[in-house]
C-alpha cells in the first residue's frame, strides 16, 4: 500500500505563492495517477490538480488554471503543489490522493491511498 504525507500548508496572505510536498511510501508513484484534492468548510472535496501516470496532459479546476502547477518527482518520490496568487477562496485543507497503477485520478473514488491533509488558510 501507498502511504502519503502532506507538508507545506500554512497562513498566508492574499497574492503569496505556497508549495506543498506530498512523500510516498511504501509504493513507486511513478506509475501512478496523483492528484491534490480539497476540502473547504461546509463543501465537498474537490479536485483542483491532477496528474496521470504518463506524466502528461494534466487536470486544473477551472478555479486555480494558470495558478496553481502540479509536478511529480519519481525520483523523489514526491508530488507538489505550488500556489500562486493565492486568494482567500483557495482556504482549504488539501489533500494529497494517488490511484491504482496505470488509472486515471479524477474523482475521490478513483483514489486508493490519501494523505491526512494539510491546511491552508489564505486571508485577505
Known amino acids: 500500500q501507498v502511504q502519503l504525507v502532506e507538508s507545506g500548508g500554512g497562513l498566508v496572505q492574499a497574492g503569496d505563492s505556497l508549495r506543498l510536498s506530498c512523500l510516498a511510501t511504501?509504493?513507486?508513484?511513478?506509475?501512478?495517477?496523483m492528484a491534490w484534492f480539497r476540502q473547504a468548510p461546509g463543501k465537498e472535496r474537490e479536485n483542483v490538480a491532477a496528474?496521470?501516470?504518463?506524466?502528461?496532459?494534466?487536470y486544473y479546476a477551472d478555479s486555480v488554471k494558470g495558478r496553481f502547477t502540479i509536478s511529480k518527482d519519481n525520483a523523489r518520490n514526491t508530488v507538489y503543489l505550488q500556489m500562486n496568487s493565492v486568494k482567500p477562496e483557495d482556504t482549504a485543507v488539501y489533500y494529497c490522493a494517488s490511484g491504482p497503477p496505470y488509472t486515471s485520478l479524477r474523482t475521490t473514488a478513483g483514489a486508493d491511498a490519501w494523505g491526512q491533509g494539510t491546511q491552508v488558510t489564505v486571508s485577505s
Open positions: 511504501g509504493r513507486t508513484i511513478t506509475y501512478r495517477p
Open positions: 496528474m496521470p501516470w504518463s506524466g502528461s496532459t494534466t
